[in-house]
């Protein structure tokens, strides 16, 4: 069963913007992890934020976590082209059974 | 350092027919996993090994899904009979299992079309 929804389902926008996609998840998580996953390519792992922390950072990358409202968002800043793929968070819940979200779709335009 | 490799890269089998997948996950990863990834959703796990004991198989059909990892290294998965929902890409995983951080490296996945 999918535990994370993404919002939105699909994003355009120009180089150089910002990206913004959220998930939402329905029960208690260990941390919360962002993959991207490139057209016909595995998926690489991004950032990782445990239950307790709020914000954390990784290049262009900012990951926040709210699990009092159980949702997290990534924001990528100064999109690139090659930031175009396909985002997923996933959740773990426990024992590191990674449970993924449907993914947000990223276009960016030169 | 190798990521984790898979093979074939993609497969078509007729409907009923049996198939095989085959990972080697990166070296001394202890746990590693096994993905389903139909067309427009996320990766669904279907089984997780940590060396060669299951830890989490409850999403594997197991009435045509097998899975087997010997001496804790290399794992196929094989799918008999095969039916036109299975087609989809299956992903390997592994990761060191480092508790609390659990990054998982993914193989490029073996895509099946089954017909």
């Known amino acids: 069963s999918q535990q994370g929804e993404e919002d939105p389902q699909a994003l355009s926008i120009q180089e150089g913007e910002n990206a913004t996609m959220n998930c939402s998840y329905k029960?208690?998580?260990?941390?919360l992890q962002w993959y991207r996953q490139n057209s016909g390519r595995g998926l690489v792992h991004l950032i990782l934020?445990?239950?307790?922390?709020r914000e954390k950072h990784s290049g262009r990358l900012r990951v926040t976590l709210d699990t009092s409202k159980k949702s997290s968002s990534l924001l990528i800043t100064a999109s690139r082209a090659a930031d175009t793929a396909s985002y997923f968070c996933?959740?773990?819940?426990?024992?590191?059974?990674?449970?993924f979200g449907q993914g947000t779709e990223l276009s960016v335009k030169p | 350092e190798a990521g984790v490799a898979q093979s074939p890269r993609y497969k078509i089998i007729e409907k009923r027919q049996s198939v095989a997948f085959w990972c080697n996950p990166i070296?001394?990863?202890?746990?590693l996993y096994w993905y389903q990834q139909i067309l427009g959703q996320g990766p669904k796990l279907l089984i997780q090994?940590?060396?060669?004991?299951?830890?989490?198989d409850s999403q594997l059909p197991k009435d045509r899904f097998s899975a087997e990892r010997l001496k804790g290294v290399d794992s196929t998965l094989k799918i008999q009979p095969a039916k036109l929902e299975d087609s989809a890409v299956y992903l390997c995983?592994?990761?060191?299992?480092?508790?609390?951080?659990?990054?998982?490296?993914f193989g490029p996945g073996t895509r099946l079309t089954v017909l």
């Open positions: 995983a592994s990761s060191s299992g480092t508790p609390s951080y659990n990054e998982q490296f």
């Open positions: 934020i445990r239950s307790n922390e």
């Open positions: 090994f940590q060396n060669n004991g299951v830890v989490d």
């Open positions: 029960t208690s998580i260990n941390n």
């Open positions: 070296s001394g990863h202890a746990t």
């Open positions: 996933a959740t773990d819940n426990q024992g590191g059974k990674l449970i």
